[in-house]
């Protein structure tokens, strides 16, 4: 009865009363913690406030990053990484969980960005991005370049200098922060905003980009590894050399752009030729096409004389059709007196065999076949000779075309011995040779000097051609009445 009596004055309380009680002990035992353990399940709702847990070896606890705060993190929280979260504790009493409100949180030392960076750089390889058939070819000689940078500092400064030293080009900066909160997406939407330039408006589109910074701790260029810059990086349709940090850092940008520049100074380098170097070359070229132009004419030369010289005598050619159509004429002439001679005879033999009675018809008959024969012979003969004369009026316009005289007319001359031959060689010039010199309008005797000028005399004059004295006519009448001296 006593253990009775005893229960009833202990004092009751309500479901709602403990848990409002448990929270403020566990609010004001825990006012602020730092809490290491790796996230597990993050998860943000359509509020904006992300749900996770924290979990170690042997214990969870659940998480919860306001909306507010989450804006102000310097990285998204992400499956298997491991924080430091700062925050507090509290309860909630619709599951009769505690949980920490995570108001910033860290990661846990170098080694676990290591390892967010390298599963981050798988996930993105396995997509694609970081393929080479997606990279694009740099141009040889971009007229406009973007670059994505702070607008302080070193690195525009390098850029800027060594583009004035090595070809002098126009240069768009798009200013960005390059470390912080919003680095990562000021650098994307740099990058897209280039790439949504019109080539046609006022502010041109550039053709290459340089996403560029100075050296850090991978703290500091962490920017360049968010998946945000990345994506940007691989979708742009412009050529993009990513600069970030010194020759040993990497980032994931320099797997996702079209070059990797060691520093900001070398991506300079790499977009724009050294301007003497390429006017060295474009002479260069100049040199070897001209002389590959003159060794081609030298060459054609060449083989238009040789083909030349192996053309026929024109004038042995005409004189071989002149004689074919005497034959011709001549055949033409004698055969329709032979055809007509024939026939008689064979007329003589019919008409031999033929009585008396029907001699008067056979002879008509044939008389008929004979007149009739007598046309067709002449107008066969007379088609052949329109025929032939046609052919013949052909060939001679051709010959006419290609004749030494048409050559003639054109300035050059033709040189003969005294047998009519052409003298082609300058070492069949005999000393008191007689030759004779055929020009467009005649003729001319000459005879073959023995004396041969000297170099002087044969260098053109500086001061301009000079005419020479007609030869005498005393001189000229020496060889075949009007004959001169050749040399």
């Given at each position: 009865m006593a253990d009775h009596t005893t229960s009833l004055n202990v004092p009751e309380f309500t479901v709602s009363e403990v848990s409002s009680a448990l929270k403020r002990t566990v609010e004001d035992a825990f006012g602020y913690v730092r809490i290491r353990g790796e996230i597990s399940q993050p998860k943000v709702a359509a509020s904006g406030h992300c749900y996770m847990r924290l979990k170690d070896e042997s214990a969870v606890i659940d998480g919860i990053i306001w909306r507010g705060s989450m804006s102000k993190l310097a990285?998204?929280?992400?499956?298997?990484?491991?924080v430091i979260a700062?925050?507090?504790?509290?309860?909630?009493?619709?599951?009769?969980?505690y949980q920490i409100i995570i108001e910033t949180f860290e990661l846990a030392g170098e080694g676990a960005l290591l390892k967010l960076l390298e599963d981050r750089r798988k996930a993105l390889a396995a997509e694609g991005l970081f393929s080479e058939d997606r990279k694009k070819p740099l141009p040889r000689l971009p007229e406009v370049i973007g670059v994505v940078t702070s607008p302080t500092g070193a690195v525009i400064k390098d850029i800027l200098h060594r583009l004035q030293d090595r070809f002098p080009r126009r240069v768009l900066l798009w200013p960005v922060r390059v470390q912080g909160d919003s680095a990562a997406a000021e650098i994307a939407q740099a990058i897209r905003g280039f790439n949504r330039l019109s080539p046609n408006g006022d502010i041109p589109r550039p053709d290459l980009l340089?996403?560029?910074?100075?050296?850090?701790?991978?703290?500091d260029l962490w920017a360049f590894n968010e998946e945000v810059v990345v994506r940007a990086a691989a979708d742009s349709d412009i050529p993009l050399i990513s600069a970030v940090g010194h020759e040993t850092d990497t980032t994931l940008i320099d797997f996702a752009s079209d070059r990797r520049a060691p520093t900001p100074t070398a991506a300079a380098e790499i977009a724009?030729?050294?301007?003497?170097?390429?006017?060295?070359q474009v002479q260069e070229c100049g040199f070897r096409l001209g002389r590959s132009v003159n060794r081609l004419l030298s060459e054609s030369t060449l083989q238009v004389e040789s083909l030349s010289r192996g053309l026929p005598d024109l004038n042995h050619v005409v004189e071989q059709k002149q004689q074919d159509l005497d034959g011709l004429a001549e055949r033409l002439g004698v055969g329709p007196?032979?055809?007509?001679?024939?026939?008689?005879?064979?007329?003589?033999?019919v008409a031999a065999g033929l009585k008396p009675s029907h001699?008067?018809?056979?002879?008509?008959?044939?008389?008929?076949a004979i007149a009739d024969w007598s046309k067709r012979l002449r107008d066969a003969l007379g088609r052949s000779t329109d025929r032939t004369g046609e052919r013949l009026e052909g060939l001679s316009t051709r010959l006419e075309s290609v004749s030494p005289e048409r050559v003639l007319?054109?300035?050059?001359?033709?040189?003969?011995?005294?047998?009519?031959?052409?003298?082609?060689?300058?070492?069949?010039?005999?000393?008191?040779a007689v030759w004779q010199v055929d020009f467009r309008d005649g003729a001319v005797g000459v005879t073959v000097g023995s004396d041969v000028p000297d170099a002087a005399a044969t260098q053109p004059a500086k001061s301009g051609p000079k005419l020479k004295s007609k030869p005498s006519s005393q001189s000229k009448s020496n060889v075949v009445g009007r004959q001169g001296s050749l040399l």
């Open positions: 990285h998204r929280p992400e499956e298997g990484m491991e700062s925050g507090r504790l509290t309860t909630y009493p619709g599951r009769s969980s340089i996403v560029a910074r100075g050296g850090g701790s991978l703290e724009v030729p050294v301007r003497l170097e390429l006017i060295s007196s032979r055809l007509l001679l024939a026939k008689g005879q064979e007329l003589s033999v001699l008067a018809r056979d002879v008509q008959r044939y008389d008929a007319e054109r300035g050059y001359a033709l040189v003969r011995d005294v047998n009519g031959k052409p003298i082609t060689d300058a070492a069949a010039a005999e000393s008191g």
